[in-house]
């Protein structure tokens, strides 16, 4: 059980080390995803363990390590929040509590930016798509490419999504008043193309469900009044 000397120190080590944790998830899934490492799923596989099934080519040489450097990095994440609140042992939970609302509000403004561009580049990308735009403009091999999940995620998405974690730190507030202009304006613009125009497509829904994400993005920002 927790004493009354070290039960501060406990919360402290658990806060922080969730927080720890999401940054190394986030960080894992940049590099599976980016740069083709294997991940801890895989790992797991390799050895069939919680639950998840043996793959059916083992991992060997380099891809076995970079899988075990991907776990070390949360075992590595532990040891830095430990070292970090034994060396700040007399930091008030209150101070931690300002440092960890500060990062959350950062991680929100960021992740609004990216929701927000992100929406607005994949609109522009799928509506020159579908309206045969991009042959014209560039070629068929870069049409290919853009219509690529994998690499439109890599060289579209992860570089905005880095910018939009730029913005988030020089920014310290977002409109809301200009964001639901948006929303309605992206309904009213559905509206009048299919009912007036008979004109429909898949990816007007989609900037809507963006829009509205970055609203709520926005309403957990004011939650934490930052």
């Given amino acids: 059980m927790f004493t009354k000397n070290n039960l501060p120190i406990s919360i402290r080590i658990f806060s922080y080390s969730i927080l720890a944790f999401t940054l190394v998830f986030l960080i894992n899934n940049v590099l599976t995803v980016w740069l083709d490492w294997p991940g801890i799923k895989k790992l797991f596989s390799q050895f069939g363990l919680f639950g998840f099934r043996i793959l059916n080519t083992p991992l060997e040489g380099?891809?076995?390590?970079?899988a075990f450097i991907q776990?070390?990095?949360?075992?590595i994440s532990i040891l830095l929040v430990y070292f970090y609140v034994r060396k700040s042992i007399d930091q008030t939970l209150e101070t931690d509590a300002e440092i960890l609302t500060k990062i959350a509000g950062?991680?929100?403004?960021?992740?609004?930016?990216?929701v927000l561009i992100l929406g607005i580049v994949d609109f522009i990308i799928s509506f020159m798509v579908v309206e045969k735009l991009i042959e014209p403009i560039f070629n068929e091999a870069?049409?290919?490419?853009?219509?690529?999940?994998?690499?439109?995620?890599?060289f579209i998405h992860f570089p905005?999504?880095?910018?939009?974690?730029?913005?988030?730190?020089?920014?310290?507030?977002?409109?809301?008043?200009w964001l639901?202009?948006?929303?309605?304006?992206?309904?009213?613009?559905i509206v009048l193309s299919r009912f007036i125009f008979n004109y429909e497509q898949a990816?007007?829904?989609?900037?809507?469900?963006?829009?509205?994400?970055?609203?709520?993005?926005?309403?957990?920002?004011?939650?934490?009044?930052t």
Avoid: H, M
């Fill in 62 to 66: 380099l891809s076995l390590a970079l």
């Fill in 71 to 75: 776990l070390f990095f949360y075992f």
């Fill in 106 to 114: 950062y991680i929100i403004r960021s992740s609004f930016w990216a």
């Fill in 142 to 154: 870069i049409k290919f490419k853009l219509v690529n999940p994998s690499f439109r995620i890599t």
């Fill in 160 to 177: 905005l999504v880095l910018v939009s974690f730029i913005i988030g730190y020089f920014t310290r507030s977002v409109g809301f008043i």
């Fill in 180 to 189: 639901a202009v948006l929303v309605v304006g992206s309904e009213f613009v």
């Fill in 203 to 225: 990816f007007q829904g989609d900037l809507v469900r963006f829009l509205v994400c970055c609203t709520l993005s926005f309403c957990q920002r004011i939650c934490f009044n």
